[in-house]
């Protein structure tokens, strides 16, 4: 059983959207920093966003303005809404605990294509 366990991926047009969701397991999610990650074919995974515990954010380069990652502690909840996609953010999306210390899902297939 998977600690981590994403949805909301699909497939969209090129400057779609999308809002993942990643439901987390376990008693102490308030305490973690929680990441998404992306892995494309062919390439090795990639932090694509963070937000700490008490609400600081990162984003990869190539995603801000246009990736928004939020958290909800009492429902277990890490989101992951994505305006503007392209064809390059084609990859199955991931959550974790911060660098990937808790368990890999299955992740979710984004694919942006026409």
């Known amino acids: 059983q998977a600690e981590f366990v994403e949805s909301g991926g699909g497939l969209v047009q090129p400057g779609g959207s999308l809002r993942l969701s990643c439901a987390a397991a376990g008693n102490i999610f308030k305490f973690y920093d929680m990441d998404w990650y992306r892995q494309a074919p062919g390439k090795q995974r990639e932090l694509v966003a963070r937000i700490t515990v008490d609400g600081s954010t990162i984003y990869e380069d190539s995603v801000k303005g246009r990736f928004t990652i939020s958290r909800d502690n009492a429902k277990k909840m890490v989101y992951l809404r994505m305006n503007n996609l392209k064809p390059e953010d084609t990859a199955v999306y991931y959550c974790?605990?911060?660098?990937?210390?808790?368990?890999w899902g299955q992740g979710t297939q984004v694919t942006v294509s026409s």
């Open positions: 974790n605990e911060r660098s990937g210390s808790g368990y």
